[in-house]
């Protein structure tokens, strides 16, 4: 199926062209009608009938526990998975800022309509359109839903619910629950999960991770999971099946994302046949704690609120970087957001703020403790905000920020100014889905941080909380239905070949990762990936970085499977075999990161090609030639990818260059 | 700094257990104690010895999975999570004790892993509002006053760690148990359940093997989240006024 003109496409030699791919099950008409034209082509399923219909979700973050309580109510048998001891862990709950929802409470011009644009345009128009309006039309519901939960969401004196805006746009409607929204969020679906669990309609399987998926005739019938504390390797088959699962960060090894996120149940799938849209955008936070030594695990994100009170600067002076910085008189310091784009200053997008504080540093002028040869930091300054408001001003606003920071680093930014660098914080690609949120294999449907489609090359503030909860509350439920109502499918027997096939390659993978036996760690291999991508396919990408950035990592996997150390057995708690099936699904992933931002010879979102930009440095888009989703098909076991192409095509919104100047 | 470490090691569920002790040096001020056992386990695994099994996932203070016991504090020497204790806490030639959580209701996994599914049973047994996706009102047609909103936020903050068991002589788990009942029980919304869920969520609790609260207050002392002591009075009266119902 794959043709041979891939030598004029930007790194042809690396993969080779299949046929276009498109979304054929968003319904025609105004974009206004979609989703209520969809929800009643669905078929429905008897009430009856649904018990006897099973579905697999893996992961309980705010996608999958949604999804699970949701597709419980409706009486479905739900098996839901994740790898911690609770449901209630899921990294969602580290989610700070809070959830978008185009309510127009505050009467400031707010629509559904508003609401789509906005995350159309901040994508950089790399998302799909009708996907995205359905995402900001079911917005509202998400609210009501979770206030009737008992989410404690912040609320004014007259007790009704309150807003904040957001990074990007120019209305409130950001609702929020103090600096922990994603734990309030993930609570109140937990506990709709748990009431399921109670009824009977949902199965809990903790600490238990998916390793394989398993496919039979052609559509996803099950999956194979490890208890990952008896060790034991077991199949779970269902009608459909479900991945929630989460984003792919920690290939970059530091990033904001917990410890135990991985790409696995995708990569997996991907292997299987699954297509992975866009795997190389990602998105930077610009407002992170810096990295202060080797040792570090990960990193910790500081909310981007404190941008609109502290003033980021570097000394104009390298000379003046290892200087107290209250010693650093205001003519030698050089605020350079506020330099070069006067109208936004401090508030300037995340990928533009970042790619600006990596400049600095990369110039010498960064600031904080030398990391390798780098001082990878620069100053967030509150000393204007502490003289224009008192104290308790300031410690209502931001203090528990402080604190944290305070905890983390030592020092009191009410004192010194803080230290902040970019880092890693969330992936727009993913599986790739249709309108259905269905993968190209029939049955196996991806949900949350764990597809691609609606948040384009860079995510807005506050819409991945709305995007996992609009669709495990709202859109899974009403088009698995749709699905399940041409089931129950044939059953499948455990003994059968695609099954027994699935759970031997569980077990030999197993087996051959216990008897290397080699000379090095497994977090060594993670973190030597994790420079390589930060190097070459983090915040700025040329051609000649990728290319060698893909050569480290084909020998760094070869030298993975030869030299990896692993000790223990596999039928116990064993952290250290958890932890290298991930990291080899990881450098295999890397690697399609790497050849996929080859390919997209342009700069958009989270992805800036040096070779891509303005006369003034800013990023610089080619919708005429990529204007469109790479969908990447696994070329098998050492084969190289192929990538199909969806064309965006924008009915309702025309492309614009974003501009901040 | 150089430090010395006395860690229980234990197989698994079956294995009766012990402290052995290990040396880490070059410890800095910044590294947070977890990352100080990733230094140990790095150790471990180029001797050739079977790395130290324990539980963290966001390294934030806000998932609940890392807890410790560290010379005999949940948590260790500050009021915090253990992924946030940084090892500036320490000094130069301590020694330290790591322990898993001890308690019935939370037995040894392995090394120091805990299983604490008790908590999400005793969730089960009442702790949420009965509501259908789709059947949810406006949400504002349901004002929430500031001072009771405010309440059931501070109450809901519970990230379910299980350290105010783990300090508790008793082993009680009225602190988690008090925070949700609280949360609930502040709001409107979660009136129409209310007896009934205390009376299910506290039979669940005591069969799980918890042990009743008789007032110490290490719990909330040892709280990453500071819940107060005042939760359970909350419990504690809910309870007599649904059993008198
Ligand atoms: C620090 C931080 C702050 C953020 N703040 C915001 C914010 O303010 N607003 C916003 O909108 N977004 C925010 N985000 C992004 C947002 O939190 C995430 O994108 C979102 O929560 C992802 O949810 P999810 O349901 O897709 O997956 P997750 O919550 O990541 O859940 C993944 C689930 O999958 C399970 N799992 C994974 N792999 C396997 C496997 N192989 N087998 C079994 N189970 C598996 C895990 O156990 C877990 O249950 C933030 C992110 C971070 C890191
Ligand atoms: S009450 Fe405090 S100590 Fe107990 S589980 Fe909740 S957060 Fe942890
Ligand atoms: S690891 Fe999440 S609270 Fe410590």
Known sequence: MTDTQTQDLPGGDMFTVGEPIADTKAPGGPIEQMWTTAKFDNKLVNPANRRKLSVIIVGTGLAGASAAATLGEAGYHVKSFCYQDSPRRAHSIAAQGGINAAKNYNDDGDSTYRLFYDTVKGGDYRSRETNVYRLAEVSTNIIDQCVAQGVPFARDYGGLLDNRSFGGVQVARTFYARGQTGQQLLIGAYQAMERQVAAGTVEQFTRHEMLELIVVKGKARGIIARDMVTGEIETHLADAVVLASGGYGNVFFLSTNAMGCNVTATWRAHRKGAYFGNPCYTQIHPTCIPVSGDHQSKLTLMSESLRNDGRIWVPKRREDCDKDPRDIAEEDRDYYLERIYPAFGNLVPRDIASRQAKYMCDEGRGVGPMVGDFRRGVYLDFSDALSRMTREQIDAKYGNLFDMYQRITGEDPRVVPMRIYPAVHYTMGGLWVDYDLETNIPGLYAAGEANFSDHGANRLGASSLMQCLADGYFVLPNTIRNYLASGPYEPVSEDAPEVVEARQSVESRISTLLSINGERSVDSFHKELGNIMWEYCGMERTEEGLRKAIDLIRALKDEFWRNVRVLGSADTLNQSLEKAGRVADFLELGELMCIDALHRRESCGGHFRAESQTEDGEALRHDEEFAYVAAWEFGGEGGAPVLHKEDLVYNFIELKQRSYK | ?245
């Open chain 2, 1 to 245: 700094m150089n430090l010395t470490l006395k860690i229980w090691r234990q197989e698994g569920p079956n294995d009766s257990g012990r402290l052995v002790t290990y040396k880490v040096s070059d410890i800095t001020d910044d590294m947070s104690f977890l990352e100080m056992l990733d230094v140990l386990n790095e150790q471990l695994t180029a001797q050739g010895e079977e790395p130290v099994a324990f539980d963290s996932d966001c390294r934030e203070g806000i998932c609940g999975m890392c807890g410790l016991m560290i010379s005999g504090q949940a948590h260790g020497p500050e009021v915090t999570t253990t992924c946030q204790l940084h090892m500036r806490s320490f000094k130069d030639g301590d020694t330290i004790t790591v322990e898993p959580w001890r308690a019935e209701a939370f037995p040894v996994v392995r090394d120091l892993v805990v299983d604490r599914s008790a908590f999400d049973r005793i969730i089960q047994s009442g702790g949420f509002i009965s509501v259908n996706t789709g059947a949810a009102p406006e949400a504002n047609n349901l004002p929430v006053a500031k001072p009771k909103a405010d309440r059931a936020f501070d109450a809901a903050t519970c990230i379910g760690c299980g350290a105010c068991v783990a300090a508790c002589p008793n082993a009680s788990g009225m602190l988690f148990l008090g925070a949700k009942i609280t949360h609930l029980s502040e709001l409107p919304q979660g009136q129409s359940q209310r007896d009934a869920r205390v009376v299910s969520m506290v039979n669940q609790h005591d069969h799980e093997g918890f042990g009743g609260c008789t007032n110490i207050g290490e719990c909330s002392a040892a709280c990453p989240k500071e819940i107060p002591l005042d939760v359970i009075s909350t419990l504690n009266s809910d309870f007599r006024k649904a059993k008198q119902a």
